[in-house]
């Protein structure tokens, strides 16, 4: 009986611990809820509070608009549209349509002697948003870095594919910028960065934050993919990279487009308050957001692993599966959606896709990959089923 009584001195020691933990971690829990309660009092004052936006003027709201929207300097592109209701962007040039100087379109701008570029001013941004011009602007800089990113949803669906992307921007505490585009058919959403930060790690953000969206909202299309601005990792060889359209621009916004919405897609009622809200994301910021999401895919130095540039991040775990999947064999796999979470529907999607060589094979030549998907996909939804390759049989 002696050589129990150690024992039981012990067991009593760890009862008392084990209460004593039991109380600090309600005490705690206790005091989280009061800081949240606090957190969201402060954040809602932030948001009811507006700065003296209102007192800015013009040149004022244009330095805003800039200190945003960075992207070349030298260069920007105005949209046109012919008689026969075509239209399209062309780099700005003093010298265009000049007779002996400018040769478009058998003579390409880039390949151009006579080019001399105008460069994207102050002049050039309070045009745009008085209504002289519409303005594209090259995100892509010459170092292959860029200051902002915008994905780019105008398929169908495209209110539930960005509102999808938002929540994931919301999961990882990302501030962005929805805009509805200047056709009202599509939406893009911003990140804006407080430096200038490598275009592929900015990239390699948009594709995370799409691989979330879509597990939120399978229905989103592996083109989502393609319509990430910059568009390319690398400056094409004798290219600009692809441009987007500024937001915000005067007969747009009288239509009720490009202005920048909520979350439900309800514009905001004064657009420079909400810009003068907006968070930008540090070098730091982004390379520790990458680390999170995926860590395995993030060097020392905080970049993408050049062998991994092209993989789709995928979910590790998937909860609330259901016991049994009804699968129809026929002349491809049918797989009834009705009782599948939404993270098992985009990770069967990824089975039934992969990474077009043609693609990287040109990005790494750097010429355009305008028009090239980055991933195929063979797998689509009709009705309730989800629809692969027979081929995919066994992976499924």
């Excluded at 490598?198 to 799409?210: D, E, I, P, Q, W």
């Excluded at 970049?303 to 789709?312: R, V």
């Amino acid at each position: 009986m002696n050589n129990l009584k150690p024992l039981y001195l012990d067991c009593e020691n760890t009862n008392l611990e084990l209460r004593d933990i039991e109380i600090r971690l309600k005490e705690l829990e206790e005091e989280k809820q009061q800081l949240l309660q606090r957190q969201k009092i402060l954040n809602d004052q932030r948001k009811q509070t507006k700065p003296i936006v209102n007192q800015l003027d013009t040149d004022q709201k244009v330095l805003l608009f800039q200190s945003l929207f960075k992207g070349r300097t030298d260069i920007f592109a105005n949209r046109w549209q012919n008689k026969q209701g075509r239209s399209g962007y062309s780099v700005a040039c003093h010298n265009e349509w000049q007779s002996g100087k400018c040769n478009k379109p058998k003579v390409k701008c880039s390949e151009c002697n006579h080019r001399h570029y105008k460069a994207l001013d102050q002049q050039v941004i309070y045009d745009h948003l008085s209504g002289k011009k519409v303005v594209g602007l090259y995100p892509l800089l010459e170092g292959n870095t860029c200051y902002l990113l915008a994905a780019d949803f105008d398929k169908t669906g495209w209110q539930a594919a960005v509102q999808a992307m938002a929540k994931a921007c919301n999961e990882y505490h990302i501030s962005y910028a929805l805009e509805i585009s200047r056709s009202g058919n599509g939406a893009h959403l911003w990140i804006f960065f407080a430096e200038a930060v490598l275009a592929k790690n900015a990239r390699a953000l948009g594709f995370s934050l799409l691989d979330r969206a879509m597990e939120i909202y399978p229905s989103i299309s592996f083109e989502s993919y393609d319509r990430l601005f910059p568009n390319q990792d690398l400056m094409p060889e004798g290219g600009f990279g692809n441009l987007i359209a500024l937001p915000l621009q005067y007969q747009a916004r009288q239509t009720g487009n490009s202005l920048f919405v909520d979350d439900q897609l309800n514009p905001y009622s004064d657009q420079w308050v909400f810009l003068s809200q907006l968070e930008t994301m540090s070098c730091s910021q982004l390379h520790k957001v990458l680390e999170n999401i995926n860590p395995s895919h993030m060097n020392s130095m905080g970049e993408i692993k050049p062998w991994e540039q092209g993989a789709i991040i995928k979910p590790t775990l998937i909860e609330n599966c259901p016991t049994q999947v009804t699968i129809t064999l026929a002349n491809h796999l049918y797989i009834k959606l009705d009782r599948l979470p939404s993270i098992l529907i985009a990770r069967l999607k990824r089975l039934a896709s992969f990474s077009n060589t043609v693609f990287f094979k040109t990005q790494a030549l750097r010429f355009s990959t305008h028009g090239i998907p980055r991933y195929i996909s063979c797998a689509r939804i009709e009705q309730d089923y989800l629809v692969v390759g027979r081929i995919c049989r066994y992976s499924v």
